[in-house]
């Protein structure tokens, strides 16, 4: 496969620029959401709009209802979401959540809703401040005709609006995976707003019963799923803090040849010029390790998974450098709540610590590749 | 089954019968390249079997035309040779700046004669070339050269050019057979408009060469000279006056080969390789956790750098990148293998230092930690690259 987009691809592209360029601004949603105090912290009615494009299907088989598209065409979603800061299930509802449940009986349960915009799932997997899926500590102990789940998640993205969660347990047989629905008793769900506005959710699991029928995939072979499912999410994040990085850089390097300080546009100078370069490259670079590790989750490679790693750890890197330096560069405006940029700093913060950050990426890939 | 799955079986069988199975072990240092020529020196005979039997396909340049000497491989039949290639570790049978640099100017710029001339000896590694680009006083201005090249006009050559000036960092031009060259062929018009990019035969009287001493103890460069050199009119490529387009087109393809050895011709990560000198911790990880750290990051960028480069190459095939593209890998590239060989000292600690020994093979890491400086000097500065990429793709205004 060649790394660039086809035909079809860019065709998709265009259309998923122009719906977030005018629907899924920054405007029209970040800050409605946010200034209006949303509980969610995204808009429904964009959602919907999404599934009517049938974007939130991508990952959905043809026969059940969806495109049959790869984790290439998600990240080409993605990287338009992120470059308008669109507030929006997309990747952890059709990305991650999707990867879960294919394949299983809780597609069928799921699926419909997900390709209808109906639908919001979310996935708990983090217990602590950072991202340790090897060292989950929830306890799934045998109950009854299935399990009862005790332990705490945290940052579960959309946690508070999702209908279903799956979540990441460990029983004696090893980790498994939950789908548990939003009205299970004993289930605390606390929705907590985050620095980009976003709303995440520490989830209390106090003896939460559910019927082995919840259990996604075998009981205790949910480390393989698991990895998967984080592989798809991570894949994906990567491509949205691509579009993230490009949309900050863009607003960065406009606001240089607009602005003028000792009788000349700021971006004739040569500091500033040379860092917008540098800038550019790195983002180019993350870009393709961002498709590359798509494109092998597409075949099946056994080489994603590392390729997944460096490409989440580079685009967090190019992505942070990108805020950085707009807001920098954008000097004391870049510092207001008027202004986006800042809006992107944010953002970004977020984007690098799901599914584990830059660090964590770089020392699993040195672990995978034996040192 | 499609006909790039049969070309890739085909290919790979090919290969496997091919191959000497000398020329798919890891190259050890600079001589175990094989560069051609009219001196040719081959390491041994496994060198000289797989040039021939490569050049013979065309496969030496196999997107190049087979009318002159290529492959006429399509950009997937390309890649999937080198795909086929790097699955089993085969060398590069033939290292060439006619492959690299003056090859694809000739084929763009070249007239039909030219090419039929120069292009099949290129391909087959008959004739080595050197660059004539930077001078004493032309360096990341290298359009204010100054060598000086004029009509004359005697009874043994009849009419011809005749050239007299310095050029510096002439890479390997006390091995080349001939040169391509950029001279000043009109001292009025202003600077870009008056050069022309010429080749002659160092073999030429008045042409002489001096090696210059590096830190690196080696001496890849010289300087070169032209005293009353005389060249046949019809060895300019392009137009007379318009070389400066030439030159800037094949500076592309230069940076695009200097931004490939940032991948270090090595496929493998850096800290695999680097544990035999470290050690490890109880815990079985590098044994310097803040070393270990900056040696992850490091492939990271190297595995994303990879990436990039296939990319690249995809785009280029097929004339979707940006044409200022290379200076960006250019950037890039080196500013990694730069970094990748402070971290290959830093690992090695004091026995990277040694100079001379057997056990460092004489040198090995400290002479190529020296020799990657230069990555990010030649073929225009990491701060010329910038300079362009901020210009040429970000479209930033000038000074």
Redesign the interface.
Known sequence: MPLYLTEDQAMLRDTARQLMADEGSVAGQLRKYRDMDCKDGFGHALWKQLAELGFTGILIDEAEGGLGLGHVEAGIVLEEIGRNLTPSPFLISAVAVVEALKGTPHAARWFPGILSGDTVAALAVDEGPKHRPEAIAMRAERAGNGFRLTGRKQFVVQGASADVIVVAARSDEGVTLFAVEKEAKGLDVEGVRLVDSSIGARLDFQGVEVNSDAVIGEVGGGEALLSRVLDAGRAGAASEMVGLGSAAMGMTVDYLKQRKQFGRLIGEFQTLQHRAAHLYSELEIARSAAIKAQQLLDEGSPEAEAMVCVAKAKAGRASTLAVQEGVQMHGGIGMTDEYDIGLYMKRDRALNELFGDSNYHSDKLARMKGY | MSDLDIFRLETRAWLEANCPAEMREPMRDESDACWGGRGAVFKNEAQKRWMDVMAERGWTVPDWPKDYGGGGLSP?ET?ILRQEMARIGARNPLMSFGISMLGPALLKYGREEQKKRFLPEIARGEIRWCQGYSEPNAGSDLASLQTKCEEAHDEEWGDHWLVNGQKVWTSYADKADWIFCLVRTDFQAPKHKGISFLLFDMATPGVSTRPILLISGNSPFCETFFDDVKVPKDQVVGEVNKGWDVAKYLLGHEREMISGMGLGGQTG?L??A??ESLG?DESG??ADPVL??D???F???A???R??S???I??LK?G?AHPAQPS?MK??GTELNKARHELVMAAGGSGALEWESDRSRKGKSAREWLRTKANSIEGGTS?V???I???R???????
């Open positions: 997937a890649k990560s800290g695999e680097l544990v490890r990880r590098l270990r750290a040696i992850a990051r492939d990271v960028d595995m994303a750098f990436a990039m296939e990319r690249f995809d785009e097929v979707m960006m950037y890039a701060e690259q910038l300079g990429i901020a210009k793709i970000l479209d930033l205004p000038g000074a």
